[in-house]
């Protein structure tokens, strides 16, 4: 498994994903030499403060990014802003894809426990159950609601409380701003969020192209709303 996923990353060129420079086997222990992304994460320019507009144009290209790797059918099971680093100061890249599981598959450890940043889960993840691309775009859709509000989506004091909330409960929706540009955004949002799989886009590219729409339609409005 992990020779075909180090396969596929390295057929993708470094496009949006972080570079593989090599590969081995040190011992009994598999390793990798990863290319030095210097401009930062994600989390550092979301406690910096963005604006609506960079919030979204950063999650465009991030759809773009897990439209490439889902193409190779992979699931990265673990977006969160700590695992989106940037090569300058625009180009986004996917790094950690140490749990990255096939389509049909599951992100369990050897005894069982799942595998992932709580948080960011998608529901089925949380359950142990087979999962596609469009798990990835659940995670997703809790990074744009925490980019929205300040705030993630679900948020509990232990692991069981946030897979219940996950699994069962809605967002707080009044957290996120008013205004029409807003509530234009709130459509997406909540398709990326469903806790369905059949209810969410069908693809990251579809994804892609509803955040793609509404910046061409409120690109305006949107650049000029600050970050909640």
Known sequence: ???????????????????????GIAGSWPYVVLEHLSAGDLRRRMAAGLTTFSALEILQKL?????????GGFV?????PENIFFRDDRTLVLIDFNISTPFGGVARSARGDVLGSPFYMS???????????RSDLFSVGCMFYEMLTGKR???AENLMAIF??????????????????????????????????????????????????YLATYGTSASAASHA
């Open 1 to 23: 498994k992990f020779c075909e996923r180090y396969a596929c990353l390295c057929k993708l060129n470094g496009r949006s994903v972080v570079r593989y420079l090599d590969a």
């Open 63 to 71: 759809a773009v990014a897990l439209a490439d790797v889902h193409a």
């Open 164 to 213: 219940f909330k996950i699994t069962h409960d809605d967002p707080n929706w009044n957290t996120i701003p008013s205004g029409p540009e807003y509530d234009a955004l709130t459509p997406i949002l909540s398709k990326a969020l469903a806790k369905d799989l059949g209810q969410r886009y069908e693809n990251a590219t579809q994804f892609a192209l509803a955040l793609r729409d």
């Open 123 to 133: 529901p089925e993840q949380g359950r142990g159950l087979p999962v596609d691309g």
């Open 76 to 80: 990265h099971m673990d977006v969160k």
């Open 153 to 155: 989506p679900f948020h």
